[in-house]
């Protein structure tokens, strides 16, 4: 992985950072070669490693200069499929996202307050009676979208 990630020298990074353009062909490559498919399961393509191994990936993208907050979503957000997603969902979706065909990178939080803090979210929900109240602020993404690479 180190090997790989040295294809991508600072100089790489710094550009990207002044167009503000994302790390395509830096995701693509690690697609490729399979990191950003770890939690997956071997039956869909994937290495099925433990969530141990993931933040390894990801500390040495950043190890190597590079910037792992594009890959964060690709190795993660699958797992929303893998509990609750139906088996055809998971065959089409994992498959794809395992062979970098597919790549799927979300991450919403709904507390406008919070930024990308989840652990200070503080919006809370009681019962009342027959109702919830729920005091706090909430926000909510109502659109996504999904790339299909090659």
Known sequence: MAALCQRFPDSY???LDAKN????????AL????YLAALIPTEYGGSDSSLL???VILEEIHHSGGNAAACHGQMYAMGILLRHGSTEQKRRYLTAIASGSLRLQSFAVTEPAAGSDTASRSTTT???CSAYLVT???IWTRLG???LTS
Do not use: F, M
């Open 13 to 15: 990074w710094r550009e």
């Open 145 to 147: 979208s999904s790339t």
């Open 31 to 34: 697609s490729h070669g399979g």
């Open 21 to 28: 353009d994302y790390p395509q062909d830096c995701v693509k």
């Open 53 to 55: 191994q993931a933040p």
């Open 126 to 128: 009681t019962r009342d």
């Open 136 to 138: 706090g602020q909430k």
